[in-house]
T-cell receptor, first 116, second 113 residues
Framework: GAVVSQHPSWVICKSGTSVKIECRSL??????MFWYRQFPKQSLMLMAT?????????EQGVEKDKFLINHASLTLSTLTVTSAHPEDSSFYIC????????????FGQGTRLTVV | GDSVTQMEGPVTLSEEAFLTINCTYT??????LFWYVQYPGEGLQLLLK?????DKGSNKGFEATYRKETTSFHLEKGSVQVSDSAVYFC????????????FGKGTHLIIQP
């Protein structure tokens, strides 16, 4: 299957700083990228959906000013957690899909964020 | 809204045992249904899918049948191996691919030799 690379795989940052997570589709053009958040022993919760060249659509309850999503090209989307706090510590996973009505979504390996 | 409920683990089985992981859903319309697997240290991988009622998805010895009447998509395998140890997620897509997936909480499967 297609490959989605997410970087970094883990990061520790100080409270109040910002962290950027990258999601790249390595061998296909991702018209849509999704960002999920996973709490321990919980399901993946969709945070936002982004289409290349347009603003991301955030799910209810997700702060768009805190979680900045950029999808500037067909192979790269970034999630920036701004002014991070300990409660933002979580596992963040991106997913990318190409065109077509039921095109399969491929997942990155996830990023473990710890805010201290 | 859409939701997926799957049995919580961990589920511990001996090698060559029969596996069933239950999954039920609520959704508007006729969603597509998926099972994803996450091996330790790796991202989610699509295991199998079904896009309409009575479809059976299968891969690597795993099977699941889309049952509209019971809104279920139970995952089965006749003889599990140690290498099947992973976390399994049931998911649905009711947006025709345009929206993200709705996931269950995941079931941690442990296969003992």
């Amino acid at each position: 299957g297609a490959v989605v690379s997410q970087h970094p795989s883990w990061v520790i940052c100080k409270s109040g700083t910002s962290v950027k997570i990258e999601c790249r589709s390595l061998d296909f053009q991702a018209t849509t990228m999704f960002w999920y958040r996973q709490f321990p022993k919980q399901s993946l919760m969709l945070m936002a959906t982004s289409n290349e060249g347009s603003k991301a659509t955030y799910e209810q309850g997700v702060e768009k000013d805190k979680f900045l999503i950029n999808h500037a090209s067909l192979t790269l989307s970034t999630l920036t957690v701004t002014s991070a706090h300990p409660e933002d510590s979580s596992f963040y996973i991106c997913s990318a899909r190409g065109g077509g009505r039921v095109a399969e979504a491929f997942f990155g390996q996830g990023t473990r964020l710890t805010v201290v | 809204g859409d939701s997926v409920t799957q049995m919580e683990g961990p589920v511990t089985l001996s090698e060559e045992a029969f596996l069933t992981i239950n999954c039920t859903y609520t959704a508007t319309g006729y969603p597509s249904l998926f099972w994803y697997v996450q091996y330790p240290g790796e991202g989610l991988q699509l295991l199998l899918k079904a896009t309409k009622a009575d479809d059976k998805g299968s891969n690597k010895g795993f099977e699941a049948t889309y049952r509209k009447e019971t809104t279920s998509f139970h995952l089965e395998k006749g003889s599990v191996q140690v290498s099947d140890s992973a976390v399994y997620f049931c998911a649905l897509d009711s947006g025709g691919g345009a929206d993200g997936l709705t996931f269950g909480k995941g079931t941690h499967l442990i296969i003992q030799p």
